[in-house]
C-alpha cells in the first residue's frame, strides 16, 4: 500500500484500532472529525447554535464600543474626519474597512492610504531594494488592515490597476485626490505643516479620516502636530473629530489597563 493511501486512510478513519493490541507501541494517530464545513447550516450532527465556526471577517463591520459607532457615523456622514483616541480603539481598521466598501460600493474610484515613514524610537539603518522594498516595514500594517477586509490576492490585483494605492506622506504634496477615499495613519508623527499640506489634497467626491494617537508620537516633543489641528478643525461644523477614550479599546483587556497608568 502507498503512503497516500496510508495518510488517506490515516485522514479518514478507516484503520481498525482492533489490530493494535493494547500493549503495542504502535498506535493509530486519533483523527478528529468532528468539525464540518456544513456546521451552522442546519445539516448533520454538527449543526445547531453551540456548532458555529467562528470567523473573523465579517461583510458589515458593526461598532463594538459607543465610540467606534461615533466614528462610522462620522465617516458617513462628513467628508472630513479625525479620530484621535489610544493604540487599539480601531482606529485604522474602521478606517479602512469604510474605505473598502466605498470602493466595493462604486461610491469612490480608489484608495488612496498614507502613513509618515517615522522610526518608532530607534533607527533600523539603510533598507535594501528599490524604493517599495525600503518602504514597505513602515507600510505593513496598512497591508495588515486590507488583508483583513480583502484576499491578498484581490489586494494585488486592485493595487495593480490603481484602485488601491499605499504611499508615504513625503509623496502626497502637489496632488489633488479626487473620487477617493483617503486615510491617514499615524498622524501623530506627522508634523502641522504636513498635516496641513495633507488635509488641503482633499478634492471633489472624496472623503478624508485621519487617524493617530497624540500621545504616542516618535517625534520630539512639540514637533507633532495632530493635537493642535484637531483643536483648530474641531469648531468647523463640516468637520467632524472624534475623540476614541480608553473604554473603546478592543484588544486585550490588559491594554486598557497598562495605558491607564502609563
Known sequence: ????????????????????????KVRRLPVDRSWSPLRGQGHGQN???EAERDQGYMKTIKAKSDGQ????EAIDARNLVLALGPAGTGKTYLA???AVEALEAGRVGRIVLSRPAVEAGESIGFLPGEMEDKLAPYLRPLYDALSDRLSMKRVRALMAEGLIE?????????????NAFVVIDEAQNCTYVQLKMLLTRLGWHSTMVITGDPNQSDL??????LGDVANRLEAL???????LKDQDIVRHPL???????L
Do not use: C, H, Y
Open 47 to 49: 449543526s445547531g447554535p
Open 69 to 72: 459607532a461615533a466614528l462610522i
Open 220 to 225: 520630539l516633543p512639540g514637533v507633532s502636530g
Open 255 to 261: 491594554v486598557a489597563s497598562m495605558l491607564g497608568v
Open 166 to 178: 499605499i504611499a508615504p506622506v513625503g509623496f502626497m504634496r502637489g496632488r489633488t485626490l479626487n
Open 96 to 98: 479602512i474597512a469604510k
Open 1 to 24: 500500500m502507498t503512503k497516500r493511501a496510508l495518510k488517506r486512510m490515516a485522514r479518514e478513519g478507516e484503520f481498525n484500532t482492533a489490530q493494535f493490541e493494547d500493549d503495542a
Open 237 to 243: 461644523s463640516d468637520i467632524s473629530v472624534v475623540r
